[in-house]
């Protein structure tokens, strides 16, 4: 038998803390697929004296990561810290180190991925980071290497389960999103502070490290168009089924004649599709290769095993040397993709617009008139009879041909201007596949 790997696990959260537990409980399997025994040398956290009903001997953990940038027996190093500091700092310090890094971490990797990566090529090191992106779902290593032959045309993704899991009840149940909210946090799939899940910001993250993966581009992830769930109510879901959709918040980016658009935003998409039955907190991803075609991922997204599960992939990727192979050509900028030329706003597409109108002769016309202004095509009009408790103003429902969004987006704050509106529109993009 081989000499074992001894890796370090930094960071004994939920997902730390599987992580320790299938290298364990696992060892016999991890063995045979990585050719050698894997063991845990060292463990660094905040709290060593708290249980995590993990089999680890109690001198192997530290609050000190030096026990692992220094210890010269480790050669891997699972980064399983969140957010970006002392995140980065110590991604910084393993690298210098001469450890080989696993991560899940997406909103470091979106924040710093440029500088960590040259870091690590400089230092003949890699980085692995299936687990920041989708979970279980290993996307990152289908986008990396078994579509290597493809040049990715477009990429949609419902990338995190906790909005997920709000839209999908409010659909079933017929309930308010503060509701669901209060129940996803009680499930444990939405923390105290939502934000980040809720406000399209975690999925934007992951959207950038896909694009960098498909794209061969850094986008700033701030920089990506972003809009949450927080203004989706039922009025929106029930208008949207009535018409064939559900509603998601979905991830997008396409190339196309070398521009790059992108967008996170929740949107209408056809019922039926894999998207619209993609339910509760799982993610999924569909992308479309010029020589594969269509292909479609879907599994949880998040939670502690699942997420375990694609750490101890890539470190069994890094063990066998799989990692160092791939990494030699990931975070390699696309010269065909530059970006100076990526255009984040513009999508080409149909529209769904719901207008809070005034219950009087002449403003359908009057919208309309405005969507004409901006040539705007409609396709469909739905009113409703007007309810009591809406105060004399009434729904008016407009599905739009494909336009582009910068000509909708004037449009839409063009009717808001106008005194034939008593509340701010809402508009969403409507997907057919």
Known sequence: MAEPVRVGVVGLGTVGSGVVRLLVESADHITRHAGRPIVVER??????????????????????????????????????????EPARSMMVELLENGKDVVTANKA?????????????????????????????????????????ANRIERIRGILNGTSNFILSKMEEDGADYADVLKLAQAKGYAEADPAMDVDGTDATQKLAILAH?????????????????????????????????????VARASRSDGELAMKVAPALVKIGTPLAETRGAYNAVSLVGDAVGRMFFHGLGAGQMPTASAVVADIIDTVVGRAAITFRTTGVLDAESPAARIDTADLHERHFLRVTA??????LSR???ILGEHRISIASVIQHEPSEAAGGAVPLVIMTHACGANAMKKAVAHIDASDVVSAPSVCLSVLEE
């Open 358 to 363: 005034s219950d009087r002769p002449g403003v």
């Open 43 to 84: 463990a660094v956290c905040r709290d060593v004296g708290k249980d995590r009903g993990i089999k680890l001997a109690a001198d192997r953990i530290s609050t000190d990561i030096r026990t692992v940038s220094q210890d010269p027996s480790i050669s891997v190093a699972a980064l399983l810290v969140g957010g970006l």
């Open 213 to 249: 993966l498909a794209f061969g581009v850094w986008v700033p992830w701030a920089e990506i168009p972003r809009t949450g769930i927080e203004g989706i109510d039922q009025g929106l879901m029930t208008y949207a089924s009535e018409l064939g959709y559900r509603i998601r918040l």
């Open 108 to 148: 470091l990797l979106a924040e710093h991925g440029p500088e960590l990566f040259e870091l690590a090529r400089k230092k003949g090191r890699s980085i692995a980071f299936e687990a920041a992106v989708a979970g279980g779902i290993p996307i990152v290593a289908a986008i990396g290497e078994c579509l290597a």
């Open 367 to 369: 919208i309309t008139g």
